[in-house]
């Protein structure tokens, strides 16, 4: 059985950082490309970071170049999103996907909420 679970959201001042983490479990995750995306209210979901495979080929959305960073670990079946500097549009549900040519398999989502 697949899992794939996100964490480390929460509330944070505009300005603040936060480190997500998904964890992914029924997968062979290093052949596997991440990615992170965002929901917010009344918005559509988009990508925010991927990182494929190879851990060379990455792509960062021009919104949040510069201050987000995309990495994996593949001993620990991991990958981790560090937002720094993070605006008040940041705010969204942040969600882990793991994909494998026509697989994908999603996580439940992270509430991140920056406010102050």
């Known amino acids: 059985q697949v899992e794939i679970v996100e964490s480390g959201g929460g509330l944070v001042q505009p300005g603040g950082s936060l480190n997500l983490s998904c964890t992914c479990a029924?997968?062979?995750?290093?052949?596997?490309?991440m990615g992170w995306y965002r929901q917010a209210p009344g918005k559509e979901r988009e990508v925010v970071a991927t990182?494929?495979?190879?851990?060379?080929?990455?792509y960062i959305d021009a919104s949040v170049a510069g201050r987000f960073t995309i990495s994996r670990d593949n001993a620990k079946s991991t990958a981790y999103l560090q937002m720094n500097s993070l605006r008040a549009d940041d705010t969204a549900v942040y969600f882990c996907?793991?994909?494998?040519?026509?697989?994908?398999?999603w996580g439940r989502g992270t509430q991140v909420t920056v406010s102050p």
């Open positions: 996907r793991a994909a494998l040519q026509s697989r994908a398999h």
């Open positions: 029924g997968i062979l995750f290093p052949v596997y490309d």
């Open positions: 990182l494929a495979a190879d851990k060379r080929t990455k």
